[in-house]
Nanobody, 126 residues
Framework: QVHLLEPGGGLVQAGDSLRLSCAAT????????MGWFRQAPGKEREFVAA????????DYTDSVKGRFTISRDNAKSTLYLQMDSLKPEDTAVYYC???????????????????WGQGTQVTVSS
């Protein structure tokens, strides 16, 4: 079992950068694919980025490609989302998610994730 904790988030201006982190507890973190999702007010939760258990594969939604980078440090059991060139439309609550996946695949749909962080607010002002 994995527990996810997301410190960070915050208020930034358009064009700024922000790095989110997601700390995982559990002895089998290295066996889990990880992902980031976000939910803006009045909208459904959407996929942002995903990474395989070993970091060998990543995927992004089109709107963040070239601006966001997902990474993980398995030695620290921590997932990251580096967000550059932030836009007001990136404003949302960001959630990290985990699911056991040992084949090296990424998981991009929310219903396939069994573990979720509590969410952290990111607000980008124009």
């Amino acid at each position: 079992q994995v527990h996810l904790l997301e410190p960070g988030g915050g208020l930034v201006q358009a064009g700024d950068s922000l790095r989110l982190s997601c700390a995982a507890t559990g002895r089998t973190y290295n066996s889990y694919a990880m992902g980031w999702f976000r939910q803006a007010p009045g909208k459904e939760r959407e996929f942002v980025a995903a990474i395989s258990w070993n970091g060998g594969s990543t995927d992004y939604t089109d709107s963040v490609k070239g601006r966001f980078t997902i990474s993980r440090d398995n030695a620290k059991s921590t997932l990251y989302l580096q967000m550059d060139s932030l836009k007001p439309e990136d404003t949302a609550v960001y959630y990290c998610a985990a699911e056991r996946e040992e084949r090296g695949a990424v998981v991009v749909v929310d219903y396939e994730y069994g573990y979720w962080g509590q969410g952290t607010q990111v607000t980008v002002s124009s």
